[in-house]
């Protein structure tokens, strides 16, 4: 593959509910990014791996929210006990290098 | 605390005319980049165009080319010969070299057949 993808594209869950959503980033991308985009609004920065070790999860709302990357490539973000303010488009990004991120058609989660 | 701000949240463009969408952002470094990215209503965002603070010479890519005044902390975005492939939103971003980006809000750019 080309470019960074992430799956699923559209995820409903239940209020309550545990929600794993999956990035797979360009191969040899050492850096991986994750970021949540509320309707109409930029993307605001969740956390940042490195290969496998994550250096900043600064961003992550709450304790509710874990994000992974175990091998330094294909990065998991979970979200426990989904609350309505959740739902978003839930963005990723690898950058190979200088500055240019690629990003990822974004997964869209809707909590009712 | 660095800030981006956009403060056209739309804007619209007759076809092959020229465009300008605008950011101010603040900071307290001194190297720092700063980027403008498109988001068609796919959602796939990609880079438009770069511009390292160090350079004084405005970045240019094809049609899309920067202003960029250090000083006020400026850094607008020129769309010439606008095309309807040109609509989407745009968001200007800033990074001071870490990994942590920070993105404006975001400019809805319609482009008029």
């Known amino acids: 593959g080309a470019g960074v993808s992430q799956s699923p594209r559209y995820k409903v869950a239940k209020r309550g509910q545990d929600v794993a959503l999956r990035c797979d980033p360009i191969s040899g991308h050492v850096s991986l990014f994750w970021y949540q985009q509320a309707l109409g609004q930029g993307p605001e920065f969740l956390t940042y791996f490195q290969n496998e070790a994550q250096l900043d999860k600064s961003g992550l709302p709450s304790d509710r929210f874990f994000a992974e990357r175990p091998e330094g490539s294909v990065s998991t973000l979970k979200i426990q006990r989904t609350q309505q303010e959740d739902s978003a488009v839930y963005l990723c990004a690898s950058e190979g290098g200088y500055y240019e991120q690629y990003f990822g058609p974004g997964t869209r989660l809707t909590v009712t | 605390a660095q800030t981006v701000t956009q403060s056209q949240p739309e804007m619209s463009v007759q076809e092959a005319e020229t465009v300008t969408l605008s950011c101010t952002y603040d900071t307290s470094e001194s190297d720092y980049y700063l980027f403008w990215y498109k988001q068609p209503p796919s959602r796939q965002m990609i880079l438009v165009i770069r511009?390292?603070?160090?350079?004084?010479q405005n970045a240019t890519e094809n049609r899309f080319s920067v202003n960029f005044q250090k000083a006020a902390k400026s850094f607008s975005l020129k769309i010439s010969d606008s095309q309807l492939g040109d609509a989407a939103m745009y968001f200007c971003a800033y990074t001071s070299g870490t990994y942590k980006y920070i993105f404006g809000t975001g400019t809805r750019l319609k482009v008029l057949a």
């Open positions: 511009q390292e603070a160090y350079k004084q």
